[in-house]
């Protein structure tokens, strides 16, 4: 099993442009996450989806939208981006009917607004 | 909503040494993880404990839930220990992990 994915790893972006990263789990986990790291903090947590066709705001969703038409996959979607939004972006599923909540993070996507 | 907190921020650690970083929180939780992110930037799981005692290898972690706290113990450090710990917690109902500033560990050798 591949667990989880993100594309891309590393995106350089201007400002106003729009892009979208992908999240991808192989594990049949109903909870998906996107989250955002920046340097020296803790992560924040920006969407979520506990389940197919459904997503919720986090702590930051300003600037964000988010989708999931299938379950293995949560995309993330930055309409124009900011300098403000450099930062690493994570995402994380949970739930597949085993222990209950525990997370599992993807390797992390580096973008940067200039 | 939950507020979380790490201590100590930073800690520095001779190899060979034991270290006990805390976690607090402010409400009950149905969900606390431990993370510890390389210095790769890479997320690792270490515990997932939202009550009682376990243990892998030289990490130990307790919590206590009704007093609002968790422990991550690290005996005999080694020098592939450094990086952030991270603890996460879920309160009750919300479906989200709110994750503490973490603890920055460096271990010398």
């Known amino acids: 099993n591949a667990g989880v994915t993100q594309t891309p790893k590393f995106r350089v972006l201007k400002t106003g442009q729009s892009m979208t990263l992908l999240c991808a789990q192989d594990m049949n986990h109903e909870y998906m996450y996107w989250y955002r790291q920046d340097p020296g903090m803790g992560l924040r947590l920006i969407h979520y989806s506990v389940g197919e066709g459904t997503t919720a705001k986090g702590e930051v969703p300003d600037g964000y939208n988010v989708s999931r038409l299938k379950k293995q996959n949560f995309l993330l979607g930055l309409e124009s981006a900011a300098p403000s939004q450099t930062s690493v972006y994570f995402c994380?599923?949970?739930?597949?009917?085993?222990?209950?909540?525990?997370?599992?993070f993807g390797p992390g996507t580096r973008l940067t607004v200039t | 909503g939950i507020q979380v907190e790490q201590s100590p921020p930073d800690l520095i650690l001779q190899e060979g040494a034991n270290s006990t970083l805390r976690c607090n929180f402010s409400d009950s939780v149905n969900n606390l993880q431990w993370f510890h992110q390389n210095p790769w930037g890479q997320l690792i799981n270490l515990f997932y404990i939202p009550s009682g005692t376990k243990q892998n290898g030289r990490l130990s972690a307790t919590t206590v839930a009704t007093e609002r706290y968790s422990l991550l113990y690290i005996s005999s450090s080694q020098t592939t220990d450094s990086g952030v710990y991270f603890c996460?917690?879920?309160?009750?109902?919300?479906?989200?992990?709110?994750f503490g500033t973490g603890t920055r560990l460096k271990v010398l050798a």
């Open positions: 996460a917690v879920e309160g009750s109902g919300t479906y989200k992990y709110i």
């Open positions: 994380a599923s949970s739930y597949g009917g085993g222990v209950p909540y525990e997370q599992y």
